[in-house]
């Protein structure tokens, strides 16, 4: 996901995502359908169909990343609850805003957390500019 700085009318800044979730996906939708529908509204940067880690089946929804927040916004009007494969999609912003975790979190202790609900394969905390450090 890319936040942008952007800038309301009262002139204060702030962030303006690049990504759309889109939801409601048929089993059979992948990366290259995503990749058409949204392409015809402006460039895409990357989609991707969530899977399952161990049977690779669809989780049902999906990520598509525009480089503008024009093509982002363009694209939720126009597309959200568009029939993708006969099934209507629900398309919102994502935002993933890091600055919300409490800044004494780090990789560790958010492993550590949320091992004992099961095995964790990957676990990274991003700064407020969306980079990860430390690893």
């Given at each position: 996901?890319?936040?942008?700085?952007?800038?309301?009318?009262?002139?204060e800044?702030?962030?303006?995502?690049?990504?759309?979730?889109?939801g409601?996906?048929?089993?059979?939708?992948?990366?290259?359908?995503?990749?058409?529908l949204?392409?015809?509204?402006?460039?895409?940067?990357?989609?991707?169909?969530?899977?399952?880690?161990?049977?690779?089946?669809?989780?049902?929804?999906?990520?598509?990343?525009?480089?503008?927040?024009?093509?982002?916004?363009?694209a939720?009007?126009?597309l959200?609850?568009?029939?993708?494969?006969?099934?209507?999609?629900?398309?919102?912003?994502?935002?993933?805003?890091?600055?919300?975790?409490?800044?004494?979190?780090?990789?560790?202790?958010?492993?550590?957390?949320?091992?004992?609900?099961?095995?964790?394969?990957?676990?990274?905390?991003?700064?407020?500019?969306?980079?990860?450090?430390?690893?």
């Amino acid at each position: 996901m890319k936040l942008m700085k952007g800038t309301s009318n009262g002139g204060e800044n702030q962030l303006v995502s690049t990504s759309l979730y889109v939801g409601g996906l048929e089993s059979n939708v992948t990366d290259l359908h995503l990749f058409d529908l949204f392409g015809q509204l402006g460039p895409v940067v990357s989609v991707q169909v969530c899977r399952d880690l161990s049977t690779r089946r669809s989780l049902s929804y999906g990520c598509v990343n525009h480089g503008n927040p024009q093509y982002t916004a363009r694209a939720l009007d126009v597309l959200n609850f568009t029939p993708l494969n006969g099934k209507p999609t629900r398309i919102k912003y994502s935002h993933c805003d890091p600055s919300n975790l409490d800044k004494r979190v780090d990789h560790k202790s958010l492993h550590d957390t949320f091992s004992a609900f099961g095995n964790i394969l990957s676990c990274k905390v991003a700064d407020a500019s969306g980079s990860y450090s430390g690893l």
